[in-house]
């Protein structure tokens, strides 16, 4: 069976400094991977996605991921964070059927000033 | 170009009874899915809508059902409320079979007492 996991609830950062959230995955042939955030009482806003090619896939607001296929591995990275950064941040893949979304549990960020 | 809608925002139904959540799928697209997100937790799968069919069904039980109409809209209609639904629902729209993201709402929030 497809499955996210985020091992970390949440990850605490200074401003200015790199972040990385971390996101492993386990699926039956080549992934389609996302990265999702989402604000108190709001919906999802798309990142970035690896579908196929390079590694590193870069996105929105600075985000970019890098795809590791024998980690299994699909983090979320971004050079220098943001306090506006602060949110919930899911990993997802694509399920065989192709039909929907798994998702991670989610992590939480904290950009401290 | 028209995102995802959704309504009503919030709502509270008491045990027993039934709800329909409404949302108007982004401009151009014609598959429709519904997530359930409960608290803490990552968004699960409910279903897909396509060609106003149910296309794919994640682990949720018949009283969970869905239309959508010739316009590309959607409903999720819930049956013999339970607590445990309590929880953010989330539309997504897409196009069909598509690799790509998808769009979310800012979602229903269910609360049932």
């Given at each position: 069976a497809q499955s996210v996991a985020q091992p970390?609830?949440?990850?605490?950062?200074?401003e200015g400094?790199?972040?990385?959230?971390?996101c492993t995955y386990s699926v039956s042939g080549n992934p389609y991977l996302f990265w999702y955030v989402q604000y108190p009482n709001r919906g999802l806003q798309f990142l970035l996605k690896y579908i196929?090619?390079?590694?590193?896939?870069?996105?929105?607001?600075?985000?970019?991921?890098?795809f590791n296929k024998s980690q299994t591995s699909f983090h979320l990275k971004k050079p220098s964070a943001l306090v506006s950064d602060s949110a919930l941040y899911f990993?997802?893949?694509?399920?065989?059927?192709?039909?929907?979304?798994?998702f991670g549990k989610g992590t939480t960020l904290s950009v401290s000033s | 170009?028209?995102?995802?809608?959704?309504s009503p925002t919030h709502l509270i139904k008491t045990r027993g009874q039934q709800v329909t959540l409404r949302c108007s799928s982004q401009s151009g697209h014609n598959t429709v899915s519904w997530y359930q997100q409960a608290?803490?937790?990552?968004?699960?799968?409910?279903?897909?809508?396509?060609?106003?069919?149910?296309?794919?069904?994640?682990?949720?039980p018949p009283r969970f059902s869905?239309?959508?109409?010739?316009?590309?809209?959607?409903e999720l209609n819930v049956n013999a409320l339970e607590l445990d639904d309590s929880a953010l629902y989330l539309c997504a729209s897409s196009f069909f079979l598509d690799t790509g993201?998808?769009?979310?709402?800012?979602?229903?929030?269910?609360t049932v007492l």
């Open positions: 970390e609830d949440q990850v605490n950062v200074a400094n790199p972040l990385t959230v971390k196929t090619g390079d590694n590193l896939v870069k996105g929105s607001y600075g985000f970019e991921a890098e990993c997802a893949v694509r399920d065989q059927a192709g039909t929907a979304l798994i | 170009e028209t995102g995802v809608t959704q608290l803490g937790q990552g968004p699960q799968f409910i279903f897909q809508y396509y060609r106003e069919e149910e296309n794919g069904r994640g682990n949720f869905g239309l959508q109409f010739p316009n590309y809209s959607s993201e998808l769009f979310f709402g800012e979602g229903s929030r269910l």
